[in-house]
């Protein structure tokens, strides 16, 4: 009996920091995949960059740019995403000059190769927000 009374008020405590952990923000961004998407989620297929809470999804010809709010503990509150494919597919297909299926690689981080009619430019993201990037041709159309 002594030991559970000394036991007792160390039970909030222990919920408290039981509650900050969480599963880190790849498991929270495959739980809430964007609703814009139409796609099964068997099909996303998902990357995290590095140790950082950015994470693309992949599928359905649709690329989307997670940004996962946790905790250092892991515990996700919410994500702010872009469907990055949209502008992606509009910008490069004026640079192309090409009303064709543009295919669309990633590259790095933040950098994609767009290809279609016979040519090709890469594009990086910039300034990317709650619902666009900015998306800026770094090289010349080949």
Do not use: W
Not at 12 to 41: K, N, T
Not at 77 to 98: I, K, M, N
Not at 106 to 112: E, K, M, P
Request: overall charge neutral; proline content about 4%.
């Amino acid at each position: 009996m002594f030991k559970s009374k000394r036991l007792l008020p160390t039970l909030p405590l222990f919920a408290l920091v039981l509650s900050a952990c969480g599963a880190g923000p790849l498991a929270y961004v495959q739980d809430h995949p964007a609703s814009e998407l139409s796609c099964p989620r068997e099909k996303l297929t998902y990357e995290r960059m590095g140790e950082t809470a950015l994470i693309y999804a992949s599928g359905c010809g649709e690329i989307v740019r997670y940004v996962a709010q946790c905790n250092p503990n892991g515990l996700c509150v919410g994500e702010t995403h872009v469907v990055v494919s949209r502008g992606l597919r509009r910008q490069a297909g004026f640079d192309l000059q090409c009303n064709d299926t543009i295919e669309l690689t990633r590259l790095g981080q933040d950098t994609f190769g767009a290809t279609g009619c016979g040519r090709r430019a890469s594009y990086a993201l910039l300034n990317c927000g709650a619902n666009e990037c900015t998306i800026v041709q770094n090289t010349q159309t080949q």
